[in-house]
């Protein structure tokens, strides 16, 4: 008698598993390159979006400072230069004093009624105002070299710290504390900062 032979069938199973989630992490060095190259670049690599607002308004004021303290010292660097170069056809600064009459200052003008001192006055006013606004001016040009430098410093932090750790293992309380001065009272605060270390057995 011959058995019927039993096919065997020979499976096997094979396991897909998804890829691993790559886990973004800053380097410090392409962060800091970023923001040297264009201001903001080093914020979208940290992905600190709201800090891009910040770095372009503090641009923008410092500019804006450079604008306004740079068109009053041109104008009253020319309305300086109008006042004592002893022409009568270049008046530019009487639209600028509105606190005297020209009558009162101006030997150019009106040679018979100015007054010497009030004269030396109003020279000493207008030089005293181009010097703010052209000092005002070259701060904010400095501001602007010095923000430059914060907004690439920050890129630098923020790569560096991107995957601190922050744990439990350190903590820092604050609490009255009594101050021990003597023949005198007083009150104060008190920090505390713990360091707690775990060993793996």
Do not use: H
Request: charged share 20%.
């Amino acid at each position: 008698m011959i058995c019927p032979q039993k096919s065997i069938i020979a499976q096997d199973t094979i396991t897909f598993s998804p890829p691993a989630k790559r886990v973004f992490s800053a380097e410090p060095l392409k962060a800091t390159m970023l923001a040297v190259a264009f201001p903001g670049l080093g914020q979208v690599y940290n992905r600190k979006y709201w800090k891009i607002p910040l770095v372009y308004a503090g641009f923008g004021g410092l500019v804006y400072s450079i604008s306004f303290n740079g068109s009053y010292y041109n104008e009253l660097m020319k309305a300086y230069q109008d006042f004592i170069d002893k022409i009568p056809e270049t008046d530019s600064y009487i639209k600028l004093i509105t606190w005297a009459e020209p009558s009162a200052y101006d030997p150019v003008l009106y040679p018979e009624t100015a007054d010497p001192s009030k004269a030396s006055w109003v020279q000493d006013r207008l030089l005293k105002a181009v010097d703010y606004y052209k000092k005002n001016r070259d701060l904010s040009y400095i501001g602007i070299a010095a923000w430059y430098l914060v907004s690439v410093l920050d890129a630098n932090v923020d790569a560096s710290l991107f995957n601190y750790d922050i744990s439990k293992n350190l903590d820092l309380d604050i609490a009255p504390a009594k101050m021990p001065v003597p023949g005198y009272s007083g009150a104060g605060l008190n920090f505390v900062l713990t360091f707690t270390f775990y060993q793996n057995i």
